[in-house]
């Protein structure tokens, strides 16, 4: 059976590098497969756009837009500055996909 410390180096090892990529490329997937989180990605575009401006094009409502704006923001893959989204590079590569 393995000792407490055992367990806890083993929660707190880190992914390896493979693995990181492995999960990263997973998380693009799921990002780009979505249908809301696609027209987010295509409607901010390489120059970004305020929420409002995102809102009148689409019809996404107030909580939806929340929700997957943050996971877009959690992946690394959308930023807000000064009330505008932006994509990061690694939004704008899945863009480039997408499109």
């Known amino acids: 059976m393995l000792e407490e410390d055992e367990l806890d ?3 707190m090892t880190k992914p390896s590098e ?3 990529v492995k999960m990263e490329h997973e998380f693009m997937h799921k990002a ?3 249908p ?5 990605i295509k409607k901010i575009g390489a ?3 305020t929420k ?17 704006t943050e996971y877009l923001m959690n992946g ?3 930023n807000l ?5 932006f994509l990061t590079e690694k939004g704008l590569e899945l863009l480039s996909n997408i499109n």
């Open 9 to 11: 180096d083993i929660i």
């Open 18 to 20: 493979r693995e990181r």
């Open 32 to 34: 780009a497969s979505h």
């Open 36 to 40: 809301v989180r696609r027209q987010l």
């Open 47 to 49: 120059f970004g756009s």
């Open 52 to 68: 409002d401006e995102i809102q009148q094009d689409t019809d996404i409502d107030d909580k939806l837009f929340k929700y997957h």
């Open 76 to 78: 690394d893959l959308l």
């Open 81 to 85: 500055v000064n009330g505008k989204y």
